[in-house]
Each structure stands twice: as C-alpha cells, then as structure tokens.
C-alpha cells in the first residue's frame, strides 16, 4: 500500500509538468488544519502550573523516575473530553526537575497502541539513551505495524533512559521521536519539560519560585467531539506516512494552547517574572509581544536561549521562535498599572492565533529580583580551531514529495558525517523554505545567521531556523559521546517525511 501511493506519486510528479506546462506542483507551504468543535473565548481559564514529577527513588547519586505512557481523557475545551496521549497520563508531561552532576534515571512504561521513543531534547545524552528514531519501545500489549529497522534497539513493554545532566543549567524537554510517527504523536501531547539547574544560575537574583513560570506554546485543532483533529493518514499510526499527502508542508491548528489550556490567563503581581518559553508546536512559529508594548520599548530581557544562560542579557521587543526553540526571559510587571491587562500576542498571526495569553497585574508587590549584567560563560567563537567545514542543504523534492538533506532522504543505514570526538567544526547550512533545523548531542554556537549575527543567538542553540533561502554557519564542538545521532528539520511533518540525517562523533 505504501509503495504503490509512493509510485503513484512519483509518477505524477513526473507526468503533470509535461501535462500541463505553468501547472508545476508547488513546495507545500504547512496549512490550517480548522477546528470542527466551537471554540472557547479567550482568556477565561487560569494558566495552570506544571506538575512537578516526583522521584521514586535515589540510587547513589542519579534521581529515578518512572513514567506510565498511556491514554487518558483531559479537560480541554468546555464541556468536551479530549482523549490524549501523555506521559504519566497528562499533557503536558510531568516537569523534571534536574541538577548538573546528577544524572537521571527515567523509566517508561508504554501502554499506548503504538511504539514510542523518548528523546531529550538539548540534552548531551550518551547515543544509547538518546532516543534514535528506531529504538523503539513497543506496547506492552504487542504491536501490528511496522516495527522493525536496520540496527535498531527495539524493547518490549518498557526501558530505561539515563541523562547525565552534565552540561549547562538549561530549559529542556523530552518527547516522542518515533520514525516516521512523531508528529502525530507529539500533536496527541507527547511532550515535556525538563529543567536542568546549576549553582552558577542559583546564585542568581533572578525571580524564583511562584516568579519562575514554564510556558509550553503550541497550536492544536479539535474534532466536533473534543477529541485532537490531525490530518492522518493511517488513523491507527501502524505504516507509514502518518500525514495525509496534503498536509506534508506541516500541520497548523486554530487554537493556542498555554500549559494545554487554551488561551489562558493569569494573574501576577507587579514585579519582574522569569519565563521558560518553548514553543512545542509541530510546524507554527510565532513572533511574540506584549500589547501594550511597556513604555521602554522593549517586551522581555531575554537571559538565556535553548542551551542555557546568554553571556548578558538582551532586552527585546518582540521574539521570534520556531518549533523547538526556547527562550528564557524576564517580564517587568512593574511597568503596567496595577488592575490592567496585558496580553501575549503572536504578531506573526491574526485571528484566533494571534492571541497567546494574558497577564492581569493585580497589585504592587515587593521585588528582590535584579538581573545580573552577565550571565552565562560563552567561549569567543574565534578562538576556536575548526577542522572542518560540512555543508548541509535543505530542500523540498518534486519529484519523490520528500523533504531532503543534501538531496537524500534519511536513512537509518546511511552514515552522513563522522565528526571526530573533541573536535570543532563549522556546519554551513542552507534553506529552501523555512527550516528549524536541530542537532542532537550539542549545543553550538551561531556564527552567522542570514549573512550577519542574528538578535536571538548570542548563546548556545540547538534549534536554528532559517527563513526561506536564508543560509547560517554554526560552530560545533563534539564532546560528551562517541556514537550515533542524528539532526534533523523540527518542524515535525517534515522530519517524518524524511529530513532527517546521521551524524556519528568518532
Ligand atoms: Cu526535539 Cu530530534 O528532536
Ligand atoms: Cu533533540
Ligand atoms: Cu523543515
């Protein structure tokens, strides 16, 4: 059945330029997948605060945790039951709350329909543990789909990842990395925070507490019955692909959810707040601001970027984040009267999805916050010694309807850098269209980005997206592990439709 669709395909690509000149099918641009159940009115449901995973146990130094994957039904839209897929049974998953120097130990236990593969995302993690699109843990009740690839570390019913937390205190997140599968997976909320904490940020007089809030963004659309609308293209997610034909340039949905709450509000007094904002949808990015601008000019300090801590604070007026991404910022409350609003809006949008949440700043309240002038340690770029430079393309192909690096689409069997351990190099990446592209195993730093050093890349980055043709050089340091990784596009229909590749540090 997949081959045929897939010859099928080829051959009207082949056919339809010679057919009908000026009728070239075009590179798919991601679409609005539209709601079929009402939506609500904005702003009418307070934010809710993650839950933070307990631990089950300490072994010596490594904190365990363990983590039933299964189905539940949530809460979502009034008066409508969404069925999702969540670690521990809640989406967004439990919040892992992590030290540099103590390793985790997390358990999953798969009692969902199909395999998964958990992935820390930005996390330097031994090639074992790192959630190779292959190594799959398979239901506990056994699965009749495809199942099995070229070298893979396949379990049964359950396994162990350990993350060594050696690195950076930063703002992480784990989740679902199936092959070919892991968009639809993500949509249906396999996805998590991990917050790693060091001493160097600890000692810090940033806002803490009740004044540190993660902020999970991500676009979904909903059937008329409550549940997750997704254009699939297997309902059962058992053979490849899992999105329709029509939806490969990436899924788009209608409503924004904050936390897994749409639109939400919450309250805050009028003092700084240090926001962890990921945006974890499969394809939408969004060009965030506050409304009304503050009197300053500018709507955040941003301190920290995917890896970690930015060498200074950066104030910005607006942040532009593409799938993955992260951004670590402070908001100064102080600067809007008490008893006012102040909305997040998407400036990149209108409509439903250029709204995000809002902030009403109830009373004036005492801050002992400040933001240090410097922050994280960035080593000058320039003093780094690269040994070689690799140039990476990303691009749409008419013909085969995939998305390819360097002209090939991924193959678990293919080896397509080999970087030796310890060493540097710069990565020349080129677009077509818009890619966030992201390296497993390192964090690295943006040489340039678009000809130029880019407003948001002043620390490390694991995630970076291009614009449409845009080009960037990356220098990356290959240190923690040797083995095999690999990077790939981060908007998710794309990786599952191929643009994905192998890197294996030597
Ligand atoms: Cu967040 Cu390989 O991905
Ligand atoms: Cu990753
Ligand atoms: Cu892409």
């Known amino acids: 059945m997949k081959g045929s669709r897939r010859d099928w ?21 991601a679409r609005l997948l539209p709601s079929l159940a009402p939506l609500p009115a904005p702003f009418e449901t307070p934010l809710r605060r993650l839950p933070v995973a307990r631990p089950i146990g300490t072994e010596g130094a490594t904190d365990a945790y363990d983590f039933i994957v299964r189905t539940t039904d949530a809460r979502i839209l009034p008066g409508l039951m969404t069925p999702i897929w969540g670690y521990d049974g809640i989406f967004p998953g439990p919040t892992i709350e992590a030290r540099r120097g103590r390793p985790v130990s997390l358990r999953l236990r798969n009692q969902l329909p199909v395999p998964i593969v958990n992935h820390l995302h930005g996390g330097r993690t031994p090639p074992e543990h790192d959630g190779y699109p292959t190594d799959l843990i398979l239901p506990a009740g056994g699965f009749a789909g495809h199942d099995h690839y070229p070298q893979a570390r396949i ?12 690195q950076p205190g930063a703002t992480l997140w784990y989740h679902d990395h199936r092959m070919d599968f892991t968009a639809a997976s993500v949509w249906r909320g396999l996805a998590g925070f991990y917050i790693l904490r060091d001493a160097n940020e600890e000692q810090m007089p940033l806002p803490r507490g009740d004044r540190e809030i993660a902020l999970m963004i991500c676009d979904r659309s909903f059937e008329a019955n409550g ?50 904002i990921l945006n974890a949808s499969n394809a939408r990015r969004y060009e965030l601001t506050l409304d009304p601008i503050p009197r300053g000019g500018y709507s955040f300090v941003q301190i920290g970027s995917d890896g970690g801590m930015l060498p200074a604070p950066a104030p910005q007026r607006t942040i532009r984040i593409a799938p993955a ?40 309240s005492r801050d002992d916050s ?56 710069i990565w020349r990446i080129q677009s077509d ?14 040489l ?43 908007n998710l229909e794309h990786e599952d439709m191929r643009m994905m590749a192998n890197f294996e540090v030597i």
């Open 325 to 364: 991404e992260r951004f670590d910022v402070i908001v100064d409350f102080s600067q809007f009267q008490a008893g006012s609003s102040v909305r997040l809006i998407n400036t990149a949008a209108s409509g439903s999805v250029g709204q995000i949440m809002r902030f009403d700043v109830t009373k004036n």
């Open 448 to 490: 340039e980005h678009g000809g130029r050093p880019g407003p948001f890349d002043s620390g490390w980055k694991d995630t970076i997206d291009l614009a449409p043709g845009e080009g960037a050089s990356i220098l990356i340091r290959f240190d923690g592990y040797r083995g095999r990784y690999v990077f790939h596009c981060h």
């Open 370 to 425: 400040t933001i240090p002038s410097r922050l994280g340690d960035i080593p000058n770029p320039a003093a780094e010694r690269p040994v070689t430079t690799r140039e990476f393309d990303f691009s749409f192909s008419r013909l085969s309807r995939e998305w390819l690096i360097n002209g090939k689409p991924f193959d678990p069997a293919r080896m397509d850098a080999r970087p030796k351990l310890n060493s540097v190099e």
């Open 9 to 29: 395909l080829k051959y009207g690509a082949l056919a339809a330029p010679l057919a009908a000149v000026g009728c070239i099918p075009r590179r798919p641009e």
């Open 227 to 276: 549940s997750f609308r997704y254009p699939l293209h297997d309902p059962l997610l058992r053979e490849p692909p899992a999105t329709t034909d029509s939806y490969m340039g990436g899924v788009l949905g209608d409503v924004i959810l904050v936390n897994g709450t749409p639109w939400p509000r919450l309250e805050v007094n009028a003092v700084r707040y240090r926001f962890r």
């Open 155 to 166: 379990s049964a019913g359950e396994r162990e990842y350990i993350y060594s937390n050696d």
């Open 433 to 446: 269209f818009s890619h966030p592209v992201h390296l497993h195993l390192v964090q690295f730093q943006v």
